[in-house]
């Protein structure tokens, strides 16, 4: 990369960079900014040109003609009159027309010797025009996730993030179709020969760059990321932000210049710097000085996803937590949980199980918490055995008790456990995977069981169902960690009047086990005998189900898990049902009504009982009633609320631990592995795109191929006012299609 560098000290030394920064607006990026460029540790000399374009914030004016005198390196430059950013630009390039620029935005923030290593960059090779760095606000150049606007990682400044790229990717560039402006480094003989920034076609600002980029490559210029380098972006402060300029530019662009987008689209596609950052997520992991836990989970979502989830964020800066799901093809996929990281690496397994070994040691995974096995080759129970480490497992579901998972039969009801005849019976009717047996499916998963650290129950009613099955295991009732330190109210009641429907709200994807016929059926008896009860469903249902007239229920259709709270609150209902037909080891649902304090009506099945416990306005009624018994207790519990008499409180469960487990307990005796040297060469062979198999990956080709053409196509002469008569928003849905 260096070959265009014979002399480093005549590098630094021989000429002087102009550091341009207008300023518009933003007082403290602005201060930031220009703080950490004087106090930058660099060997290139430099001279800091700050364009005030007219602010019309008096701080703003104050300050910057304060620092006038305060570093002979500081030139303060102001504009008569507002130029916006693309004029003051030119207006600084233009100082010193043999000069080396950097155009700074000022709400960046630079560190460490950031200015040698990008004219390094710069002067690797004979024809690079400009220079960006990384950024966590950078569009293609973006940092942790590529094309998008991050926060800077936790536990990271912008120094320390700076150093640690300098340190794993020295020296290194990647060859990119266009600069990001916040931070741009220019070479004079370029600009000199591609000419400023074009006023008259981006004078209001946006795309300027991407112009001007694209005018240096008719040139035979190129131009490079600096892989080595790390630049802070808040964004859109300086000059603000304008969505409608932006779309304007863009299409400016695209008119100017046809093979803009179809660059920036194979870049897009063969991201050539994602060695570089996933080089830069391994160390920083590595270095963290906090264990890392690896989750291995199912890729079906619901409650166990959240759950996952909800610990991530509960040990976030204790713990470093990855997922590992079952994906499609025989593959695995092993993902950082932290919502502002995108590490995701793809396996086959059990071929590929030494590189996921691999990986897994250079993440420096100190403990495997096994949620759930559905999905999973049965050699990735091995995991702890090759890794040297404990396991701990949590029972989400009653799947190592019974392949059908959730102790339902094929009529979609409860089994009521009545030994192992029956089970064998269940078998014939629905076979476990791999036609096991259910003494040897048990067999297997009470040895893995009792080599755990921790077996972990949500509910009393779960850890007792275990027991009963597997009685070697050590298995201990733990919550989850979602009520905790939350102050649950009493159940409040709506009077009704004498003549009042009672409102009876169902919450969720509901499918057979879940209750949705038994809804169903019951919602027609109200109707057939005009009762004073409505049934709402705050979801979905697995197939359609009868509303109004034929039944009483309404369908408010597909809800958000962060907004429930909300309808909850806007829909006010008068009583929650939950008409499970098994046994529910928790119930997420639950907690949100819990929260708001709502009226519920359970079934004794289950953890409902034990987590109602203690509470007002409260019914816990048999599970299995007929669908005109459900009515009849509906019925009768709607004149409870028009006498406004609460039913008898359920009893406390006094063996629901007291502490908070995954805060207090859980990572005692979990420390963090002792650093391990990251090699390049293994990073390079983990796979962030999976290989979908057969059909699907053939599809997916396809899709691939189809977006570059359409990109192709709408740049040619004679499609692009075609182009530009289709709705932004249906350009967007059919690209947002093929990418997927």
Known sequence: MMSGITNLTSLFSDKTVDIIVPVFLGLEDTRRCIQSVLTSRLRTPFRLIVINDASPDPEINQYLRSLV???????????????????????????????????????????????DRLKRAAYSEPLVSSVTP????????????????????????????????????????????????FCMYIRRESLSQVGLFDVDNFGKGYGEENDFCMRAHKHGWKHVLALDTFVRHVGSVSFGANNLRRKMATERVRVLHPSYELLVHRYTMNDPARIARMTVDFHRINSSEIPALLFVTHSRGGGTERHIHELATLLSGKANVFALRPYPGGQVQLEWLHSNECLQLYFHFPEQKSELISAL???????????????????????????????????????????????????????????????????????????????????????????????????????????????????HTVPHPDLDDCAIPQPTHKPL?????????????????????????????????????????????YRGLKVLPKANLTIHGEYKEADLAKLLSTLNPDVVWFPA?????????????????????????????????????????????????????????????????SPAVLPAVSHVPEHNFYRDIYLDGIKALPQREIKTSSIKIYRTIPELPGYAGRQQNVKLKLLGMLVWLRNTMWLRSVAKRIPMQWQMRVKSWLVR
């Open 69 to 115: 005198d305060h570093d002979p390196r500081l030139l303060l430059l102001e504009n008569e009159q507002n130029l916006g950013f693309v004029q003051t630009a030119n207006r600084g390039m233009a100082l010193d027309k043999q000069r080396d620029i950097v155009l700074l935005n000022s709400d960046a923030e630079v560190a460490n010797d950031w200015l």
């Open 134 to 181: 990384f950024s966590n606000n950078a569009t293609i150049c973006s940092y942790p996730r590529f094309g998008k606007d991050n926060q800077i990682p936790q536990g990271f400044n912008t120094a320390t993030l700076d150093s640690l790229f300098s340190q794993v990717n020295a020296n290194k560039t990647v060859d990119i179709p266009t600069a990001i402006g």
């Open 361 to 475: 040691r250079d993440l420096g995974i100190a403990h495997v918490h096994y949620h759930h096995l559905l999905g999973h080759d049965s050699l990735i129970s091995g995991l702890p055995k090759w890794l040297g480490v404990d396991y701990d497992f949590t029972a989400h579901d009653y799947y190592p008790l019974c392949p059908q998972i959730s102790l339902t039969q094929a009529n979609n009801r409860y089994c009521g456990l009545e030994g192992i005849e029956q089970c064998k019976g269940c078998l014939k009717v629905s076979p476990a995977p791999g036609k096991v047996d259910i003494e040897s499916w048990r067999s297997r998963y009470r040895d893995f069981l009792i080599g755990a650290r921790n077996c972990l129950a949500p509910s009393e009613d779960t850890a007792r169902r275990f027991r009963a099955l597997l009685p070697e295991i050590n298995i």
């Open 497 to 541: 009047a004498n003549d009042a429907i009672l409102r009876v709200f169902v919450i969720g994807a509901l499918g057979p086990i879940k209750g949705a016929d038994v809804l169903e059926a019951v919602a027609i008896q109200a109707a057939q005998l005009s009762t004073l009860v409505e049934f709402h469903l705050i979801g979905f249902a």
């Open 581 to 645: 037909l098994c046994p529910e080891t928790y119930s997420y649902t639950l907690s949100a009504c819990l929260k708001a304090g709502l009226p519920i009506v359970a079934p004794d099945l289950g953890a409902f009982p034990e987590r109602l416990a203690k509470r007002s306005w409260t019914w816990v009624s048999a599970w299995d009633r007929s669908p005109l018994e459900w009515l009849e207790f509906f019925i009768d519990i709607r004149e409870a609320f028009v006498t406004g008499t």
